[in-house]
């Protein structure tokens, strides 16, 4: 039933773009840490009626921004939510092409920084708690649904959550999915998944103890009512009955063109073939690599970063003969027909 509405709503999103989308507001979010949790930075994006002066946000001298107007007001009645999740090593600014799809769409977007994970935030301490990840979105959720400015705006029972790469493990975890380091462990002794195998030590997936008894329980969030995962890594980690008992609807896009060592089949497959097939969408696009999930390069950039950092201007290149904001029309259409159907 699932898909038969997705090819249907898929139809209304690829028409909807073709209208003059309004303007998109941002505002910055920080909670305190907490016993509960760590401080987190997060930006928030939204529809407006404001028509202050627009300038680029999350641009840099390698990445394109989006034009946004700072502190606007927040658009008039209820806007369903979504919660964005970096990968590993990444910011808030690589899902913002994105945040301003759908916050052009009616969507309030929030996307946070995971400390230890971010780019500019390395600790080695904070990486080896990736179920702090899955907190740090309900924190974030439940700081939006207290914020007197927000709160109002919010459609409290229309969230979901998008993450790409270590971001996208993030998102399955928030909807419910419940990890297994022991099958994890056995897993990579057959050398099935090489990069998610490779962070073993440094994500603290082969822990004992306190910490893996919060790696293998619950991070799950009942608010959450779509997950989306964007060519994810670590996903063979979950355990098969916890993702045959999910009943969020999902939507799995993997990229179809392997960087190396994270083939779409044993990650990004793995984890479409052990969710409900009523509920969940599996889609590969070919000509997408892992890094095409990310801003849109300005052009040398490649050039750019392989000069600073030999190795990194892959991040600017894709698998095919199109542009890269040519691949993120079709996963934006594509995300917004799924929630169109999943967040009526």
């Not at 927040?74 to 806007?79: L, N």
Request: proline share 6%.
């Amino acid at each position: 039933m699932l898909k038969t509405l997705f090819l249907a709503a898929t139809l209304l999103a690829g028409a909807a773009t073709s209208c003059n989308a309004g303007a998109l507001g941002v505002r910055d979010i920080r909670i305190a840490g907490s016993p509960e949790g760590r401080a987190l930075f997060a930006v928030v994006w939204y529809p407006t009626s404001d028509t202050g002066k627009a300038a680029p946000v999350a641009e840099n001298p390698a990445f394109l921004g989006i034009p946004a107007i700072r502190d606007a007001g927040i658009g008039a009645g209820t806007h369903p939510l979504v919660v964005l999740s970096h990968g590993y090593g990444g910011s808030w600014r690589n899902l913002s092409w994105l945040a301003g799809e759908l916050a052009a769409r009616g969507y309030i977007v929030a996307a946070p920084d995971h400390p230890g994970t971010t780019t500019f935030d390395r600790s080695a301490a904070e990486a080896a708690k990736p179920w702090e990840r899955p907190r740090d979105l309900s924190r974030l959720i439940d700081a939006l649904l207290e914020d007197g400015d927000i709160a109002d705006r919010i459609a409290a029972d229309r969230i979901a959550v998008i993450g790409h790469s270590l971001g996208g493990w993030t998102a399955a975890a928030l909807a419910g999915a419940r990890f297994d380091a022991e099958r994890f462990t056995a897993d990579c002794t057959m050398n099935t998944s090489p990069r998610a195998c490779s962070l073993t030590a440094e994500l603290g997936l082969d822990g004992t103890g306190a910490g893996r008894q919060k790696l293998e329980g619950e991070l799950g969030d009942p608010r959450i009512g779509a997950f989306v995962s964007l060519d994810l890594g670590l996903a063979r980690g979950f355990s098969p009955e916890s993702l045959a008992a999910l009943r969020v609807p999902a939507l799995v896009i993997a990229a179809g063109t392997d960087i190396g060592d994270m083939p779409a089949e044993r990650e990004s497959g793995y984890l479409a073939r052990a969710l409900p097939a009523a509920s969940s969408t599996y889609v590969v696009i070919p000509d997408a690599m892992h890094f095409s999930f990310l801003q849109v390069c300005k052009p040398g950039a490649a050039e750019r970063i392989e000069a600073e950092t030999p190795g990194d201007g892959i991040v600017c290149k894709d698998g095919g003969i199109r542009g890269r904001a040519a691949i993120h029309r079709e996963v934006a259409d594509r995300i917004l027909a799924f929630l169109a159907v999943s967040l009526p």
